[in-house]
């Protein structure tokens, strides 16, 4: 069964340095999310992608943050600069053509020390 | 703006019987989809029903059911037979039919099964 796969699994990285998080997309999907969950709070929307481009973002998804999708499988989160409060669970999702369920990954957990 | 409410923190049920967990939403939108998702300890999301607001037949998936009352913008979720592997966080979740495809979550509720 096609699954949406992120790595790492676990990123600790120091405060004020850059970090990529990997996504590889479900392959016929279109529409690519990226959401993040801080410890114990709801699943939150940072960007939506489609096209070559955002769609949506939401007002977590500051200037620290882009996304690209560099070929034609992998799609990635950046920040440039991490803070404390960056430090949560990074879900990355596809879905198809249509108004379908979104997949998910497992997440990477991002720790900022 | 769409908002979801899930008013139940936390839950817990014996082995074998059935609970409901509620949720309800907030929207202007007429076509639009609903979703429970869980999350295990392993943390990954697992879609486990989904329900188009345009059909008024209840969604079923084996012991996964759902009450979608449109009117009342009430969508709850009634697992029968639970087992233990029922036990995890459960997000409901709304999707505007029109425009980014943006989820909103609830808050989540955890559900313990018992042994």
């Known amino acids: 069964e096609p699954e949406v796969t992120q790595t790492p699994s676990h990123q600790v990285t120091q405060m004020g340095q850059e970090v990529i998080l990997r996504c590889v997309p479900i392959?016929?999907?279109?529409?690519f999310y990226w959401y993040r969950q801080i410890l114990g709070q709801k699943v939150e929307f940072l960007v939506s992608?489609?096209?070559?481009?955002?769609?949506?973002k939401s007002e977590i998804f500051d200037d620290q943050f882009s996304v690209e999708r560099p070929d034609g499988s992998n799609f990635t989160l950046k920040i440039r600069s991490t803070k404390l409060e960056d430090s949560a669970m990074y879900f990355c999702?596809?879905?198809?053509?249509?108004?379908?369920?979104?997949?998910f990954g497992q997440g990477t957990r991002l720790t900022v020390v | 703006a769409q908002t979801v409410t899930q008013s139940q923190p936390e839950m817990s049920v014996q082995e074998a019987e059935t609970v409901t967990l509620s949720c309800t939403y907030d929207?202007?939108?007429?076509?639009?989809?609903l979703f429970w998702y869980k999350q295990p300890p392993s943390r990954q999301m697992i879609l486990v029903i989904r329900?188009?607001?345009?059909?008024?037949q209840n969604a079923t998936e084996n012991r996964f059911s759902v009450n979608f009352q449109k009117a009342a913008k009430s969508f709850s979720l009634k697992i029968s037979d639970s087992q233990l592997g029922d036990t995890a966080m459960y997000f409901c979740?709304?999707?505007?039919?029109?425009?980014?495809?943006?989820?909103?979550f609830g808050t989540g509720t955890s559900l313990t099964v018992i042994p």
């Open positions: 979740a709304f999707m505007k039919h029109a425009g980014g495809n943006q989820f909103y």
């Open positions: 992608f489609y096209n070559n481009e955002i769609s949506e």
């Open positions: 999702a596809s879905s198809g053509q249509g108004y379908t369920e979104a997949f």
């Open positions: 329900q188009e607001a345009y059909k008024q």
């Open positions: 392959s016929n999907h279109l529409y």
């Open positions: 929207t202007s939108e007429n076509n639009y989809y």
